[in-house]
Nanobody, 124 residues
Framework: QVQLVESGGGLVQAGGSLRLSCAAS????????MGWFRQAPGKEREFVAA????????EYADSVKGRFTIARDNAKNTVYLQMNSLKPEDTAVYYC?????????????????WGQGTQVTVSS
């Protein structure tokens, strides 16, 4: 069992940056592939980024490639999402997820563990 708690969301102007953190409970964090997803009002939850158990590989949605960076620190049981050059269309609730397979870490409908979400709002 893994419990995930996100933090770092907030309100930022377009072009600004935010760093999301996701703290995981338990001693088995390094055994999980980790992902970030987001859900905007009226839209389905979508994949944002994923990272392998040791920090590689990484994968990004086309919409965030070159602007967002996912990283993890297994010693701190934490995964991060650095978001730069934010756009109004990045506004959403961002969710951290943990999965036992690489496939599940990128699937918004089949991952194993979810955090409660953190709101990111980008103003124009």
């Amino acid at each position: 069992q893994v419990q995930l708690v996100e933090s770092g969301g907030g309100l930022v102007q377009a072009g600004g940056s935010l760093r999301l953190s996701c703290a995981a409970s338990g001693r088995t964090f390094s055994q999980y592939y980790m992902g970030w997803f987001r859900q905007a009002p009226g839209k389905e939850r979508e994949f944002v980024a994923a990272i392998g158990r040791s920090g590689v590989p990484t994968e990004y949605a086309d919409s965030v490639k070159g602007r967002f960076t996912i990283a993890r620190d297994n010693a701190k049981n934490t995964v991060y999402l650095q978001m730069n050059s934010l756009k109004p269309e990045d506004t959403a609730v961002y969710y951290c997820a943990g999965a036992i397979t690489w496939y599940k870490a990128r699937d918004p409908f089949d991952t194993d563990y979810w955090g409660q979400g953190t709101q990111v709002t980008v103003s124009s």
